[in-house]
């Protein structure tokens, strides 16, 4: 990185800490103290080693082996598809053929039954209740995600080398036992950008395959910046031509054709992660003034950009031919996007005034309301007062921020992205080789050491959606460096989304993080491996 990088959100930062907005949260201290592990910490009759922990689990001594005989039982196509996922992860590992059966009239034995019938409605639309005997595996749900994430602990529940995609010896037994397990925020969520540095289809899949590993239901695709223009726009195909050519250290940049684009929602659908793409504006958007001209105060095109500091562009606000490239591009992307939301960003607007930014959001917003979707920006859009209707992203590491206490008062739902805790594309330490240290640095415990429900001054949980990771990818060029960051943390922050608060200390999910560690060297996923946890 420059020697430049970050400054400008570093001064705003420092702007922050003056003002008393820094927590003081984060120590970026990893003592070794893995070999401390207090053995009593987990109750000897819950099943071990779930993440995100479920809500209730009861261990009963039996258990059962998937063999040859296994065949997966369904009673409606719903069922099918998430039995299909499932198939698709064990036949590689088990070798087994496990046929997915209508079950009707055929009986309960050697099979794992995947019903959406007989679950309590307590546990909503995402839960589910799994039951495990000598016979075989039932979960049950009143919806297909609820299906999805028991199957998600069933996987958890088998010997890690299930993960494999070749065949492994087993024997492949899953614990006897019962959970009942629901969320506690309807919102879990992480962002990924793909602006900074850009990512293929094939990453960004199995981004979507981790996310849907630790149930987490929403992905925050970033898809423009000043590096980087990364969804094709058909009304303004220079965007992507000159835009999205280049990114962060002067690479070759990509795109996404939208045809791609749908390829990714489809997956994330697959897996009940909604899409929620952004197009940040009015700031961060030299990708665009470097496409067009017109889109220009001066009328002139701005040269592509492939450093990282922040704050220095804007789309200008008073020509008329801005709003009509927001309702183009609006229009198009939420023609591509089937879930509810289209977030704009808001976020860093330097060289806007603050009338000038109203003015600008007033519009945007309407103009996302016109294409019938829902607007979500950084938090900074409370400034233009928007329709309560918008949610806000909270961000600044701080928990003070009267101003969006008192719009979640008045109504404004939030979803909790907090730097010091949730931006995972902190450093761990001093050391580490990728990432940036503007929000301090952020260990595994740092990342779950939060509440997402209480984190901010004089909110109501009751208004807060649920927690986001961010991403940001200034310094990340592969996967491997997105999975370096985003393990463990993300896992981390996903069960502080899922589980109770009761069942979030720190010492219990450092045992049960150690346990997945397996699973992930079976995955290949170039985790970190933090000083913090006993890994195998
Ligand atoms: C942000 O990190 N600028 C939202």
Sequence with gaps: MSDNDMLE????????????????????????????????????????????????????????AITSDTAIHVESKAAAGVANYLAGILRPSTGNELPVVDAHGSGAEDSISLLLTGAPTTVGEEGYRLNVNAHGVTIRANEPPGLFAGVQ?????????????????????????????????????????????????????????????????????????????RIEIESWPKLTEIGGSTEVGG?????????????????AQDR?????????????????????????????????YTGTSVGFSSLCVDKEITYEFIDDVIREVSEITPGPYIHIGGDEAHETSDEEYDEFMDRAVSIIEK??????????????????????????????????????????????????????????????????????????????SWD?????????????????????????????????????????????GWSPESRTAWEEFRQRLATQGSRWDVQDVNYYESPLVAWP
């Design 272 to 304: 009940f992660i909604t899409v929620i793409p952004e197009i940040d504006m009015p700031g961060h958007t030299n990708a665009a003034l470097a496409s067009y001209a017109e889109l220009n105060c001066d009328g002139e095109r701005e040269d592509l």
């Design 9 to 64: 959100r570093r001064n705003v930062l420092r702007s922050i800490a003056a003002i008393g907005l820094f927590s003081a949260g984060t120590s970026g201290v990893e003592g070794n103290i893995a070999g401390n592990q207090s053995s009593d910490a987990l109750a000897s009759d819950e099943i071990q080693g779930v993440v995100p922990a479920p809500v209730t689990s009861t261990s009963t001594g039996s258990e059962y």
């Design 452 to 496: 997402p429900g209480r984190f901010l001054e004089d909110v109501d949980e009751s208004a807060v959606k649920g927690p986001e990771t961010a991403l940001w990818s200034e310094t990340l060029e592969t996967l491997a460096d997105i999975e370096f960051m985003l393990f463990p943390r993300m896992p981390a922050v996903a069960e502080l």
């Design 251 to 267: 690479g070759p940049g990509g795109y996404y054709t939208q045809s791609e684009y749908r390829e990714l929602v489809e997956y």
């Design 371 to 448: 294409h019938d979707k829902r607007p979500v920006g950084w938090h900074q859009i409370l400034n233009a007062d928007p329709p309560e209707s918008t949610v806000a992203q909270y961000w600044y590491p701080g928990q003070e921020a009267p101003d969006v206490a008192e719009a979640a008062r008045d109504g404004t739902e939030l979803i909790a992205s907090p730097a010091s805790h949730a931006y995972i594309d902190m450093k761990y330490t001093e050391n580490t080789e990728l990432g940036l240290d503007w929000a301090g640095l952020t260990t595994v415990k740092d990342a779950y």
């Design 153 to 229: 602990t069933l996987r958890q529940l088998l010997p890690p080398t299930v993960e494999s995609d070749t065949e492994q010896p087993g024997p492949w037994t899953v614990p006897g036992g019962h959970i009942l397990d629901y969320p506690r925020f309807s919102y879990r969520g992480a962002h990924l950008d793909v602006a900074r540095h850009f990512f293929s289809v094939d990453s960004v899949k199995q981004y979507i395959e981790y996310l849907a590993q630790y149930k987490m239901n929403h992905l925050h695709l970033h898809l423009t910046d000043d590096q980087g223009w």
